[in-house]
């Protein structure tokens, strides 16, 4: 019965730990794409601020600013990506030599553990990095895909496909942004896993501290008050 709860070098602690980080992951991710009409997420809020902005576009002359803003956008995805594909650099070389990590916990009468133990954690968080790294590189894809829906949008707003096709870019361009945040979420959850090298305890607590800092910025910020105050129609 006890070689039932260990995988590997992975006790009970460390894998009820993970399984709160993952889960905390999946449920923060659903709570906030899924949030509920009367308590939207800033997530949520800023879908309506993007098709509010595709709306303008169509009036807009001339579209520089709109152009601009697209560019920005791809820029952000491109600093995260080429970030996140570093960062699964360096944990995969650390992977190679953990020994360097094990003697720094030993030194510092931190949790120890088999090599093996050491790679899992390390590579928990290069997992979380990889994803992130797809999903950065995707969102850059449809902002990309974003910005030729929005030249395609005709300059007069009584042409019958201008309307139609702004709404289209604006579909696009939320789903680049919910690509764009869960990159991020992963990246934050990357970060948290790697308090996992201080024992499963220390995962526990960065896991639980993550989500309530993700939750309190989508659904109890100051930036979600300000979003409410004049929210598009």
């Keep these: 019965m006890e070689n039932l709860l260990h ?3 992975l006790g009970p602690l460390d894998l009820a730990a993970l399984g709160l980080l993952v889960g905390s992951w999946l449920w923060i991710g659903w709570v906030t794409e899924r949030s509920a009409p009367h308590r939207p997420s800033v997530g949520k809020l800023m879908e309506g601020y993007r098709r509010e902005w595709m709306r303008q576009l169509v009036t807009r002359q001339p579209r520089i600013f709109d152009s601009a803003m697209v560019d920005g956008l791809r820029q952000s995805t491109t600093f995260f990506a080429s970030t996140a594909l570093i960062a699964i650099g360096g944990g995969l070389a650390l992977i190679g ?6 003697d720094l916990a030993e030194e510092f009468a931190l949790s120890s553990g ?7 954690r390390i590579l928990t968080a290069v997992l979380f990095g990889a994803n992130a790294f797809l999903k950065f ?5 449809l902002f990309s895909y974003a910005a030729i829906a929005m030249a395609a949008v005709p300059n007069d707003p009584e042409d019958p496909l201008a309307y139609p ?5 604006a579909r696009l361009n939320i789903n680049a942004a919910k690509s764009f945040n869960r990159g991020l979420r992963a990246v934050y959850f990357a970060l948290a896993s790697l308090a ?3 024992g499963p305890w220390a995962l526990i607590a960065a896991a639980l501290f993550t989500t309530a800092m993700l939750w309190r910025r989508e659904f109890a910020s100051t930036a979600r008050k300000a979003l409410l105050e004049n929210p598009p129609v």
């Design 196 to 198: 996992w090298l201080l």
């Design 7 to 9: 995988i590997g070098p």
């Design 97 to 102: 030599n953990p020994e360097q990590l094990t």
């Design 114 to 120: 088999p090599r093996l133990l050491w790679e899992s």
């Design 137 to 141: 590189v995707w969102s850059h894809r």
């Design 165 to 169: 096709r702004a709404e289209q870019a």
